[in-house]
């Protein structure tokens, strides 16, 4: 059971910046990641599509024989946990946009929250704005086109910079010192997002946060590798090969791409 791995799944290669994480807080650990880019981005999809596909995923998973899956991606967390986790008897670790700290931690008294439409409509986000975000001003905006550009590789490009520059100018106008980024392909547009915004404007995810969590839920439950090995990592995708290559930093891990239909 222990040497058994870490499934990890996102609607695509955004995932891998909670999967950066994982391999930070948990060396030994190996992974399984599948990247279901064939059917990204799942922010403009309906909470039942968006069910079936986690269901989809957490079945290959399984099938892999994952021990604990690592459900990385907002959308997927905020409209299919509670489903997964009634149907399927393995512990489930999801992602969720940080709103808790930023709220607390905020001197303007207002806050961005940069999400697709599928999270920021979920009443999970709701649920959670209202328990910890009902006294400040909340700047919700909808990343449209971000997770497209992603997953055509598109990163450094003028047509990324046009994007973001118009989706952060309502929130400087409104003058927040917290951005929270609720999705996991959205870390990767960091350097880009320093470029654009005051720097005063704290950035935050949730990849250091789900890896902390994992940690927690493997040793609570006793099946935490302990080999003193550096584990294995696999990528499956239903994607591009290049894309998901290009966007791992891979330095001095041991990783296998495969390309798998799921
Ligand atoms: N990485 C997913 C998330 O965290 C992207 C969602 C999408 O495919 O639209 O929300």
Not at 68 to 91: G, M, S, W, Y
Request: charged share 20%; proline share 3%; with cysteine.
């Amino acid at each position: 059971m222990n040497n058994q791995a870490i499934g990890i799944f996102d609607s695509g290669v955004g995932g891998t910046s909670i999967w950066q994480e994982i391999t930070i807080a948990l060396p030994n650990e190996n992974t399984i990641y599948l990247a279901d880019s064939k059917y990204a981005p799942y922010g403009k999809r309906t909470k039942e599509e968006i069910i079936a596909l986690s269901i989809k995923n957490t079945e290959k998973l399984l099938e892999l024989n994952c021990k604990i899956i690592v459900v990385a991606c907002n959308t997927a967390t905020t409209n299919a946990i509670k489903i997964l986790r009634e149907q399927f008897d393995i512990p489930f670790i999801g992602i969720e946009p940080a709103i808790k700290p930023a709220a607390k931690n905020t001197e303007t008294k207002k806050v961005g929250v940069l999400a697709t439409q599928g999270t920021l409509s979920s009443q999970l986000f709701a649920k959670t704005s209202d328990l910890y975000a009902s006294t400040i001003d909340v700047i919700e905006v909808v990343g449209t086109g971000l997770v497209e550009l992603i997953e055509q590789g598109k990163i450094e490009t003028q047509e990324m910079y046009s994007l973001l520059e118009s989706y952060m100018r309502p929130m400087i106008k409104k003058n927040i010192d917290y951005l929270v980024l609720g999705c996991s392909h959205y870390p990767y547009l960091m350097p880009i997002l320093k470029k654009i915004l005051p720097s005063n404007i704290i950035i935050i995810d949730s990849g250091e946060a789900v890896a902390r969590q994992t940690k927690v839920i493997l040793s609570k439950r006793n099946i935490l590798n302990k080999n003193l090995i550096q584990g294995s990592h696999i990528f499956h995708t239903n994607g591009d090969l290049h894309v998901l290559q290009k966007t791992l930093n891979t330095k001095n891990k041991s990783i296998e791409i495969k390309l798998l239909n799921f």
